[in-house]
């Protein structure tokens, strides 16, 4: 986002007051995109990318819920506007609850509405991080590794597949990638291949031709061709059934692809960047892969570190979410009490940043304190060991060893799902002496066929 042009959706279903808040906004150095339904809402979401959203809370084929899950699941938390009648003012105060900026009730005098989105286009420019390779990825030698690869290949057509854990932030990556290189202006289009009701997959990947099947009342413009000359991201490629995967390989062999029921081959000259939690290689193996679309994407391969291996990068992300939901439920004078960062340090993270920011949004908007401590962030885990309390207090130096021993074998174990030879493996010690230690820290885990 630009200081002086911020992308705004609006989302309003009246020609007249959508014509003339268009108009207005223009004129107000915003980047108006301005849709008419949900519908069009949610492709304009994943299209434009927008750093605010006005939208009217009742619309011919839903209502702000629907806007709002789509730009949150879609495009990340940003500020949202709703525009409500009177009688819908109870829903509106609940999706402010929900995470939505404001609400300005119907008929309202547009300068409010400007002051508003003004108030909240400043709130965006100053959570924006520094357009450096460490801030936008992480400051982890993992992540300025990565940076500094996705940099070198930023101007190429090279496929390139992103491998991780969910919530690694393949997502993030992939649109460094994208604004890294000459691509930056163009358009970066997301889709969750794991979200696609298989009915559905072809038409919204490739699109559809009116009467290319019941129901099918227009032609319809897919993924790849809003692409266009920017980049198309595939996240969980690994769920791509089959006969997709043969699509997919032809568009990225011949740069053509054709719409469902189409007779005319398109050209396709974007990016394709792939990501995926799943083995490929073992998918290949068991046949649910195809080796060609594999060796195809698989030209430069990257993997993102999940954030236990990265602590420079929890206390990044814990101080930066911090800030950011502190000033969205309006406490901006929250800050970290002493025990919430050698605890954070301490935890296994399964969900990786996405559990990050559950755990701290969680804690801000139930916290009665002006700090957040480790109780807030980790209520569900206050029994689960002495690990939690002992670090930074003045205990015995065998015990703070102990403890940082224990929390260490237990992250091993999650990564390896509780296997002994594979977590044996990762720490460089043999079965038998992991599984003493186990039974000395009272972890479980589980044997493998020829036992420990």
Known sequence: MTETRPNLLLVEDDEILGASLEDRLTLERFAVTWVRSAREAARAIRRARPDLVVCDIRLPDGDGDDVMRDQ???GGMVPIVFMT????????????????????????????????????????????????????????????????TLSRVANTDLPVLLLGQTGTGKE??????????????????????GALQPELAESIIFGHEKGAFTGAAASHVGVAEEAGTGTLFLDEVGE???????????????????????????????????????????????????????????????TLAPLSERPLDVERHLKRRLEEAAARFGRPDMALGPDALPRARLHGWPGNVRELINRVDRAVALSEG????????????????????????????????????????????ERADGVASETAKRLGISRTTLWEKMTRYGLAGRSDPDGP
């Not at 003004?118 to 982890?140: H, I, N, Q």
């Not at 043969?246 to 469902?260: I, W």
């Not at 005319?264 to 000259?269: D, G, P, T, V, Y």
Request: positive net charge; proline residues 5%; charged residues 25%.
């Open 85 to 148: 009648a009177f009688g819908s003012i109870d829903q509106a105060v609940r999706l402010v609850r929900e995470g939505a900026w404001n609400y300005i009730t119907k008929p309202f005098e547009v300068e409010a509405l400007i002051e508003t989105l003004e108030a909240a286009a400043k709130r965006v420019r100053d959570a924006a991080p520094p357009p450096d390779a460490a801030s936008a990825l992480g400051v982890s030698p993992q992540m300025q590794d990565l940076a500094r």
């Open 240 to 302: 791509l059934p089959l006969s997709l995967q043969v699509k997919l390989l032809r568009l990225l062999e011949t740069g053509e692809f054709r719409r469902l029921g189409g007779k005319q081959n398109l050209a396709f000259r974007g990016r394709v960047v792939c990501a995926t939690n799943r083995d490929l290689a073992a998918m290949v193996a068991d046949g649910s892969f195809r080796e060609d679309l594999w060796f195809r994407i698989n030209v430069v391969s990257c």
């Open 370 to 413: 002006p700090e957040i401590h480790a109780a807030d962030l980790f209520p569900d885990q206050q029994r689960q060991g002495a690990e939690v309390s002992l670090i930074g207090a003045e205990v015995p130096l065998s015990e703070a060893r102990e403890a940082a021993e224990r929390a260490h074998i237990k992250r091993a174990l």
């Open 172 to 193: 993030v990556a992939a649109r460094y990638l994208h604004g890294a290189g000459e691509r930056a202006g163009r358009p970066f289009v997301a889709v969750n291949c």
């Open 72 to 74: 949150f699941r879609a």
